[in-house]
């Protein structure tokens, strides 16, 4: 079946590493009817993943890949309101404490997430990048949350997430939060070999398994 050119625009144009098209595209998609969740999963996302994989294959370097990072927050200020806009914040499902890892500085995915969850009801405590595992858990135990996600976009940062985990564990919390994983570079078998919860492959998934664990754990609060 051939690609929607809507999204093939969108895509084209995070590759090209260009705000004022990538602005553009978003504005048109807008028009013509597709919705910022779409936008961002369907469109953006695989130009970003398309810009890593030339990153890789050294056919772009970092100055582009930092281009098409600050055309991606520009898409996102156009795109942020309307996703929160169609959710409803008036259930408190749960409390989430979100960051990207220790040494890891990538924030696109993680922002997308929590503004995914965000949209679905969840109170979320960002806590940005570059986050160490005590302050993960000093914020989670401050306003009392259900599930801690952490963000990890570099094989080498990867462990952090293990780090979490164990750090919980030293201080005897494990059983007290539900902890999630992901970014482009974990899995599933990552995420069951340190023993998370959970593993999202998109945000979308994220959304899917933060409410099925708080429901599972009794957890949700009705406000
Ligand atoms: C944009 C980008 C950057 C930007 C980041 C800007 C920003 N504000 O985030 C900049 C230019 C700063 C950057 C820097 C670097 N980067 Co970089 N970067 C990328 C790139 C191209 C895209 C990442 C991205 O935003 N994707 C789009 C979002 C939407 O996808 P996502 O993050 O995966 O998130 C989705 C899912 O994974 C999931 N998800 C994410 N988090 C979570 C959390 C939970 C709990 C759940 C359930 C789900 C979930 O949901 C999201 C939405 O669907 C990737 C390539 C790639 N394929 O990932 C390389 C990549 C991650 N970078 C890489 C590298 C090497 C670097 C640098 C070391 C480069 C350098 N030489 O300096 C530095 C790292 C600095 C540091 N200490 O962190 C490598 C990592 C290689 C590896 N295997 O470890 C990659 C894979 C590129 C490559 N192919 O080599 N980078």
């Known amino acids: 079946m ?12 995070v590759v090209a590493s260009d705000k004022a098209l990538v602005v553009a595209a978003v504005e048109a998609a807008l028009r013509e009817g597709l919705s910022a969740s779409d936008i961002i999963e ?16 050294y056919e772009l370097y970092l100055p582009e890949m930092m281009m098409a990072a600050e055309a ?14 169609s959710g409803v914040a008036y259930r ?11 040494g890891d500085i990538h924030s696109i995915g993680k922002n997308i997430v929590a ?10 405590f960002d806590l940005g990048v570059d986050v160490p595992a005590s302050r993960f858990v ?3 135990e401050e306003v009392g949350a259900d599930v801690i996600a952490l963000s990890a976009l570099m094989t080498t940062t990867m462990p952090q997430q293990k780090a979490l985990i164990e750090h919980l564990h030293v201080r005897q919390l494990r059983r007290k939060y539900i902890v999630l994983t992901g ?6 078998e990552w995420a069951d070999s340190i023993g998370a919860d959970g593993w999202g492959r998109t945000a979308g998934d994220a959304v899917a398994l933060v409410l099925k664990a708080v429901s599972q754990s009794g957890r949700e609060r009705q406000s």
Do not use: H, Y
């Open 2 to 13: 051939p690609e929607d050119p809507r999204l093939e625009r969108l895509r084209d144009a």
């Open 42 to 57: 369907k469109g953006l996302s695989p130009g970003m993943k398309e810009v890593g994989e030339r990153f890789a294959r």
């Open 72 to 85: 991606w927050e520009q898409a996102m200020a156009l795109l942020e309101p309307r996703l929160l806009a």
């Open 92 to 102: 408190k499902v749960g409390r989430v404490v979100i960051g990207t890892v220790s």
């Open 115 to 124: 503004a995914m969850l965000k949209m679905n009801g969840f109170e979320v």
């Open 138 to 140: 000093a914020k989670a």
């Open 183 to 188: 970014g482009a570079c974990t899995n599933q």
